[in-house]
């Protein structure tokens, strides 16, 4: 498998990790790229447009792929087939992954992954690849009860990580507090994501890129910072 998984909301969209997003795309030689916009709760279209004017040419640095749109409700299969790469937006990951097992996409996109589809995921797309998406930082607004996602990789995701918030108010419950909470429940390790970075995942490990760090925490140890250029292994 090959995954990129990014935490960026930055703007204009997509360009702190353009650069990336074309060298990873390129270097697997995708030119129909398959834009999944269910995450999106407002204008799924005008969301889609945004990633075409981002990544399509004449783009600067545009990526020379075609954008396709997979509409989760509008026929997705032959969008998802005809795809040479795929890439799940972010928005709402409750809602994301509630659609995704609602248009029966969860198990198609699994198999088409593990057979060597190239996977962009960003914020909720990242999210919806590890085991489960409890450590989004996302509100269920959609009522989901099922959290279980596409498990591609072995480790949850919190992208858009803060170790500390200048805004909080005193004592509040932090990121890593959260964390531990969840490490009483579930074994899987947890991979905070820094804004404007992301994990290159291939050949059974993920290298951190991009301008910020990844904190990794596994349940029973103290959790380590990882840098630019830094991998672990996912086993």
Not at 19 to 43: S, W
Not at 188 to 202: F, K
Not at 221 to 228: F, H, K, V
């Amino acid at each position: 498998m090959s995954l990129l998984l990014i935490s960026n909301s930055g703007t204009p969209f997509l360009e702190q990790c353009k650069p990336e997003i074309t060298a990873f795309l390129r270097r697997h030689g995708a030119r129909r790229l398959a834009f999944v916009t269910a995450a999106n709760l407002h204008d799924e279209v005008t969301y889609w447009q945004r990633a075409r004017e981002a990544l399509e040419p004449p783009a600067p640095a545009g990526c020379d792929v075609e954008v396709l749109h997979l509409r989760w409700n509008h026929d997705p299969m032959p969008t998802l087939q005809h795809a040479d790469a795929l890439f799940i937006g972010g928005g709402n990951t409750y809602a994301l992954l509630k659609r995704l097992r609602e248009a029966g996409l969860l198990e198609p996109i699994g198999v088409r992954v593990r057979a060597g589809l190239p996977y962009l995921g960003s914020s909720a797309g990242a999210n919806v690849a590890g085991p489960t998406i409890l450590t989004t930082n996302d509100w269920n607004v959609v009522g989901l009860e099922n959290f279980r996602a596409l498990g591609l990789v072995p480790f949850n995701i919190n992208p858009h990580y803060l170790e500390t918030d200048p805004a909080m108010a005193q004592h509040s419950e932090t990121r890593d507090e959260r964390i531990r909470e969840y490490h009483v429940v579930w074994q899987n390790p947890v991979v905070g994501i820094e804004e404007g970075t992301w994990l290159r995942v291939e050949d059974g490990r993920a290298t951190i890129a991009g301008r910020g760090r990844v904190k990794l925490f596994t349940r029973d140890r103290e959790p380590r910072w990882l840098g630019a250029g830094e991998a672990f292994d996912l086993a």
